[in-house]
């Protein structure tokens, strides 16, 4: 699921984009994974856009751009706003709903057809794509892949690998450009110890019990020093 580029900065509709108030300055300052992301179709980050529609009347909104080809060849533009709410237009349940909300994705039968489905949290904008359509690489860093663990990506579930004397886990992710996510559990784990030991009000990262250890503690004190004053 590497990104592919199928546009090229010529075929970027500019004349479209300041009618967004996004100048040609704004996209080319933009940086090297938001151009790859674009000119392969993808979606960027979140520009800020105003304007006016076609009947006259000034708009404002965010939201993330990405290009497409029209039904006459011509490089389009996608704009998908940032939205309050979920568009649930693919007949989730409320339990699935939450699920996606909590980074999970899911594979999900749509009008007779496997998808793999994801929320974009930066939107609430749903993300599919077709099983089929999804190609799962058979090597990752020096890493070849059985094909227990192509499968297991393809259906939205994380692999664990070592590469040297890295552990790294693997996961397909459509909101990265390149298709996939890849981490260092080491490091992430220190992140997550780290951000514990500087919040021990908050509850919530891998150091659960030694966190809320922490939380009982921060409050206690917390409250003798309200008696206190």
């Known amino acids: 699921m590497n990104t592919k580029q199928v546009f090229f900065e010529k075929d970027i509709p500019y004349s479209s984009l300041e009618k967004l108030g996004i100048s040609k300055m704004d996209i080319l300052s933009l940086d090297k994974k938001n151009i790859e992301a674009l000119l392969s179709g993808k979606r960027t980050n979140v520009f800020d856009m105003k304007g006016v529609d076609d009947k ?3 708009f404002e909104l965010k ?3 990405s290009l497409y080809r029209n039904s006459d060849n ?6 998908h706003p940032v939205r309050k709410e979920i568009k649930n237009d693919i007949g ?3 339990d699935e709903i939450d699920k996606l ?3 999970v994705l899911m594979p999900k039968n749509i009008n007779g057809e496997k998808y793999l489905v994801q929320l974009d949290k930066d939107t609430n904008e749903i ?3 077709k099983l089929k359509n999804i190609i799962v690489p058979s090597h990752i860093k020096d890493v070849e892949l059985n094909s227990e663990q192509k499968n297991r990506l ?3 579930q994380p692999i664990t690998i070592e590469s040297g004397k890295e552990k790294l886990q693997v996961g397909i992710d459509l909101n990265n450009p390149k298709g996939l996510t890849i981490t260092n559990e080491a490091f992430e784990m220190k992140k997550k110890i780290d951000f514990d030991y500087h919040n021990p009000h ?3 990262t891998i150091q659960t019990d030694k966190n809320r250890q922490e939380f009982t503690e921060y409050h206690k004190k917390q409250g003798n020093k309200l008696k206190n004053n």
């Open 154 to 156: 393809k259906l939205g």
């Open 202 to 204: 908050i509850i919530g």
């Open 127 to 129: 993300l599919k794509v």
């Open 92 to 94: 989730l349940k409320d």
């Open 101 to 103: 909300k909590k980074g």
């Open 56 to 58: 006259g009347r000034p």
């Open 63 to 65: 939201g993330k751009i």
């Open 74 to 79: 011509r490089v389009s533009i996608n704009i």
